[in-house]
Structures are given as structure tokens and as C-alpha cells.
């Protein structure tokens, strides 16, 4: 399809086009990636394991939208994956967003799914997902490593990295919500650089087998002072001074259902007109 062609009409019947039927609809990932633009299989599967990783942010087993299928086109090229609507859905997100093809079949997808949650949200999803995780494992080594009080502990580590703790740093943030955490209204990149400085802590407590309460809120306070200059430097700015995000995580998460469930009813819904 020649690039004066390209229009989101004509990429999302291509898209349409190049499904396939054998009791669910699917795309190979090789289809996937010539109605996107791409023609390095190496990079687009690249986009493919990204998109996978961000289930997790959207709650779903990506084994029933990731199907691992290894073949080769006509041509040559090796696919690994059968693809369902969803998961499309996910890689088209990831991929590189300065091709049209790529925004088109967006735009389109996104109508699907009556959504304008896009890669942004989704990322953010996925990075809060992963700050959980890390955190439990950051208290668990601390425990195992001799920490009496966890709160004292996490809090030098704002400190490091915001020169104030958490109870004045929500106070300095404007964050007076009752419930939820201050992660939960941060921009990706805010919770990116918490989840460097969370896991870095830890291995900076495994690496130089810190123990004791005094140590460790002191190697939490050290990283967090490390972490600061990092976010200081590349985004011009304290990491105090980084504006929270309008929606909070409860809310991209109820979004991201509906996604889910918009997206995976198209499908459905063929199925059942079809048994009619």
C-alpha cells in the first residue's frame, strides 16, 4: 500500500482484511507488522514483548491474547505469535508512533474500544504495577536484613531523593486525597524514577550486605540522593517540582476494563451472528 493510500479507512480494512477465523479471530504477527509498516522482524518483535509486559498494568493473562505460534512467511521472515484483537490492540500502542500506519490503525482500534486510553496510560499502568511488585520485595529484604521500623526506612528514602518526607511531600503536591497513594497520581516518569530508586535500594542492600535500621535508612537516603540528581538532570527539574497526572490510577485502571471488555465483545459478537 503505497503511503498516498494510507488512510485509517483503508489500514483498518487491510487490518480486517488479513484476519484469520479458526473458532477465534486472529492475526499472525508478521500481518501485523507489514499493516503497521514495519520490515525489521527483530524490532517489531521487540514491540511485541513490550505490549505483552503491559498486561500485567491492565490485569489480564496474556497467554490467551499472545499465542505463541512459530512459522515463517513466504518470504522467509519468522512469526511467533498468534494474535487476538486485544493483543493487536496492546503491540499497535507499543509501536513506533511516527508511522502512519501506526496512528491510523490507532485511531481506529481506539473507536473499537469507545477509549482514548492510549500508550501513555497504558505505560503508566504498567510502571505502577511493577513499583508494587518491587516494593514488597524491597520490604522483604529489608526484613531479612535487620530493619526494626519499615516506615522510618522508606521515608529516608523520599527524603533522599525529595528532601522531605512523604507526609510533607503529599502536603507540598497537593495531593488531600483520603484514599489511594501519592503513586497513584504520579506521571510515568515520576513512578519510573521510584522504581529505580526502590530497586536500587535493594540491591545496594544485597550487594554490600547492609544491616541494621541506622544502615539501611542510610543506604535508602543515599540512593534516594542518587535518584534525585538523575531526575534533576535529565528533566530540568527537583523531583518535588514534577506535576501530578488529573486521573489516578483507579481511574485508568476501570478505563482499562473497559477496553478489555469493548474490545473483546467485537470479536465475540461475530461469533454469535455467525452460529445465527
Known sequence: MSDDALTPATVGLH????SHQNG???WLDTDLMSVLG??????????????????SGLEIDP????IRYEHTTAEGMPGFYKLTRLACFLVTQQADQTKPQVQMLQFCLANMADSLMGHDEIERLEVRGKLSEEEKALSSTAKMHGVVNYAFFKDQGYKGMYNMGLSQLKKHKHFLAKSGTLYDRMSTTELA???FRITQTKERIKTHNIEGQNQLENA???VGRTVRAIVRENTGKNPEALPLEDRAIKELKSEGKKVVKHIRA??????KGKRR
Open 63 to 66: 497467554l490467551g491474547d499472545f
Open 266 to 271: 467485537i470479536d465475540d459478537k461475530t461469533k
Open 220 to 222: 535508602a537516603f543515599k
Open 38 to 55: 514495519y520490515t525489521d522482524s527483530t524490532a517489531f518483535r521487540k514491540v511485541v514483548l513490550k505490549a505483552i509486559s503491559c498486561c
Open 24 to 26: 477465534t479471530c486472529y
Open 193 to 195: 524514577a521510584n522504581l
Open 15 to 18: 487490518f480486517e482484511r488479513v
